[in-house]
């Protein structure tokens, strides 16, 4: 009997299992002595643990399904924002206050890269 009750059963072993209460269907004389592993108790919970894996299929399927939903919402809400930006810079221009509030940096508090000309003086001296 399992002492760890919330680890799961490697899929090799249960698939054994399986194979094993297949091949207990096929012994008609099997009569144990305790009641807990008799073929109808044992046939229980086959079918329990079919049912089991069953339910746990849908609710990755859906599972999935909501994950994909979520990422089309995801990304039609940034290509919205994106959008708004790029509207607010047109509506107010790049300089603007109303720029700077949506989490965009003004035009005129970029670093400007210094000019040619002031590079080729710094060379000279």
């Not at 099997?30 to 329990?48: I, K």
């Amino acid at each position: 009997m399992a002492t760890v009750l919330n680890t799961r059963i490697p899929p090799q072993t249960l698939q054994a299992d399986i194979e094993a209460f297949v091949g207990l269907k096929a012994i008609p004389s099997y009569t144990p002595v305790n009641p807990a592993y008799s073929f109808d108790a044992v046939s229980h919970l086959h079918d329990a643990l079919r049912k089991a894996q069953e339910t746990e299929i849908h609710a990755q399927n859906a599972l999935a399904a909501a994950r994909d939903a979520l990422s089309a919402i995801e990304r039609e809400f940034h290509d919205a924002i994106l959008g708004v930006k790029s509207q607010v810079k047109a509506q107010f221009g790049p300089d603007s206050d109303q720029v700077a509030v949506l989490g965009l940096k003004k035009k005129s508090d970029r670093r400007r890269s210094p000019t040619r000309a002031s590079k080729e003086e710094a060379g000279a001296a």
